[in-house]
């Protein structure tokens, strides 16, 4: 009794070690960001800035068009994160339904394309996307979420519907339910921690994208958040506690999707959330 | 009632099989049929994504390699040059020599992390959850934020990991201003990030049937072999599935770090890898082809690592498995 309560107090220890290990780098950015501008960095750990100056913050907003970026991120996350669960989880619907030999092929090509790293398409989308004369506008961000953003998603949905029984979903197409409401009525509101995790997930991957911006957007204007870390970073390349305030800006939205997410995925019981079964 | 007789008889065979029912044919059959049309549309965007922005891309590629394009003028046939380049290429040649020795580090390193904290926490403790959201945290942070704080945190002087080194008697290393020490930096910066890896390894740990721990605490084994014949057989499918895909996300996860800390891949070309090079000769030098001869090649080496890793650990895991 006394060596197990002995073996649990060292592993919570050992836990909370673990996880303030793991999130000082975060702290450190907080900090640096109410750091008073141009003032001789610290010599010794600071863990409270004297004096603590929030106007790093406000001094982001003069440096460039942050508010214009950050509206552009918004509004690209809420074209592509929907338009990704939608396309994912009617991929897996469909994939879920058709003929087991249909599936494995599909299976198959969406491994394959997930295995595909995004390097290899940089220098031929952008062929192409210039070909069609997206360059500079939002399509080349907005168009992966065809594919569910990343294929994974997809095969994630399949499974989640594979694991409902069958005969729900024969007895509605026997009753003469199309496929669409099916999908709508039935199989998608019975999968919501996949649901949950896919736009948690897909929204990280749209809110933090900066190379794809990078690659395919030139006007400022037009430009998403991430890259006026990298402009501002350009623009003054040693003022760390305005870097920082940006950093801290682009970051929490990110952190807090994540922390209202996460329960679905981190906490949920065994052979309830997406990774369970 | 009839449709009750339809449904248990379709149970018992696949949707496809030729509708043999007699009662009902017609109406039955159009219905299948329309079934199928409407999930072949609900397909269709997924389909469409994947060929035009993965696969249509990845072949182009092919004859793109064989070309001179800077992307304004039309694309001008040179055969094998490209690839004659490349073969003379020292900074290409760097190149796969750092992302060979970042992945056979990084990959490893954020593995054994995952793994190793996932079976701290995989016990249902007070507070775990939040100490399971706090390990993740870092992985859903903007790479570009995740670099820029980093940066400031490899700063020799002022920056707080050598101020924390320097209390505790250790003068740390220069870092970014150093070709080794910029190459440990970035997968040290990266080897936070293992979220992914690490709620993975949670499930599959909790998939463990635990009638099976119990036997085996039971028949008194120790916490090791409890481990090593428990545990890791059962856990190894979704290892050996973590290795493939750390290792393909390692070859362009690296690329922002790169570009950032190492201020497009400095010092001296020592975090140049496979796609800083690449982005530098597409899109800095408008060099195209060339990039997309360089694609070309970092996509059967990539296939070539995939494959070797795949085959040494199947055989590896298949003796654990049951």
């Known amino acids: 009794m006394t060596r197990r309560t002995w073996t649990t107090g060292f592993r919570v220890t050992l836990g909370l070690v673990v996880a303030v290990t793991m999130v000082m780098p975060l702290v450190w ?4 960001s109410l750091r008073e501008p141009g003032s001789v960095p610290p010599r010794r750990l600071e863990w409270i800035p004297d004096p603590v100056v929030w106007s790093n913050y406000r001094d982001v907003f003069d440096a460039l068009p942050f508010a214009t970026m950050a509206a552009n991120s918004v509004i690209v996350t809420a074209i592509a994160v929907p338009l990704s669960v939608l396309c994912a989880s009617w991929g897996g619907f469909a994939m879920s339904q058709l003929v087991p030999s249909t599936r494995r092929w599909l299976v198959a090509l969406a491994l394959v394309a997930a295995m595909i790293p995004t390097t290899a398409t940089w220098v031929t989308r952008f062929v192409l996307f210039s070909q069609a ?37 024969d007895a509605a197409r026997l009753d003469g339910t199309s496929a669409f409401r099916t999908w709508a009525t ?6 919501r921690p996949t649901t949950i995790a896919v736009t948690m997930l897909t929204f990280t991957m749209h809110w933090n994208n900066f ?44 952190v807090v999707v994540f922390l209202i997410g996460q329960r679905s995925f981190i906490e949920s019981a065994r052979g309830e959330g997406w990774l369970g079964n | 009632m009839s449709s009750r007789e339809h449904s248990t008889r379709d149970m018992a065979g696949a949707p496809a ?27 269709l965007p997924f389909l469409a994504g994947i060929v035009l922005l993965v696969f249509l891309p990845a072949l182009i590629g092919l004859p793109l390699a064989f070309t001179s394009y800077n992307s304004l003028d039309p694309p001008e046939f040179t055969g094998l040059r490209n690839f004659r380049d490349l073969w003379n290429d020292r900074i290409f040649h760097l190149s796969l020599r750092n992302t060979l020795g970042f992945i056979a580090v990084a990959v490893p390193l954020r593995l054994l992390g995952a793994l190793a ?18 390990v993740v945290l870092p992985t859903v942070v903007p790479d570009i934020a995740w670099a820029l704080a980093w940066l400031w945190i490899f700063n020799p002087i002022y920056g707080p990991l050598n101020i924390l080194l320097r209390t505790i008697g250790i003068e740390g290393p220069a870092w970014m201003l150093d070709e080794n020490g910029a190459r ?130 199947s055989r590896r895991f298949g003796r654990w498995g049951p």
Not at chain 1, 186 to 191: E, S
Not at chain 2, 26 to 43: E, V
Not at chain 2, 196 to 215: K, N, R, T
């Open chain 1, 133 to 169: 004369n997206l360059i500079d506008t939002w399509w080349p961000l907005i168009l992966p979420a065809l594919m569910g953003t990343s294929p994974l998603f997809a095969l994630v949905y399949l499974w989640s519907f594979a694991g409902i029984p069958r005969d729900i979903f």
């Open chain 2, 17 to 43: 099989q030729p509708v043999t029912a007699g009662v009902g044919r017609r109406p039955r059959l159009f219905r299948d049929i329309a079934w199928r049309g409407q999930l072949i549309l609900l397909l």
């Open chain 2, 184 to 313: 440990f930096a970035i997968i040290l910066m990266m080897s936070w990030q293992f979220g992914e890896g690490f709620v993975i390894c949670l499930g599959a740990l909790s998939d463990i049937p635990s009638e099976i721990v119990d036997q085996a605490r039971v028949d008194g084994a120790g916490r090791w072999e409890q481990f090593r014949s428990i545990t890791l057989p059962c856990i190894a499918p979704y290892l050996l599935v973590l290795v493939v895909r750390d290792t393909l996300f390692s070859l362009h996860a690296n690329f922002v770090p790169a570009k950032i800390l190492g201020q497009e891949g400095g010092p001296n070309y020592a975090t140049t890898y496979l796609p800083m090079w690449i982005y530098t000769n597409a899109f800095s030098y408008l060099r195209l082809g060339y990039a997309a001869a360089m694609t070309w090649v970092t996509f059967l080496f990539t296939f070539a690592i995939v494959m070797s890793t795949w085959l040494v650990l």
């Open chain 2, 117 to 134: 904290i996932a079976l701290l926490l995989a016990r249902r403790v007070r507070g775990v959850g939040s100490m399971r959201a706090a």
């Open chain 1, 211 to 254: 190379t794809e911006p990078l690659i395919y957007i030139q006007s400022l204007d037009r430009q998403t958040l991430p890259f006026a870390l990298s402009a501002l970073f350009q623009l003054a390349p040693t003022d760390w506690p305005m870097l920082m305030a940006a950093a801290v800006m682009l970051t929490v939205p990110a």
């Open chain 1, 29 to 32: 950015m907080v900090t640096t």
């Open chain 1, 186 to 191: 039935i199989a998608f509101p019975l999968v």
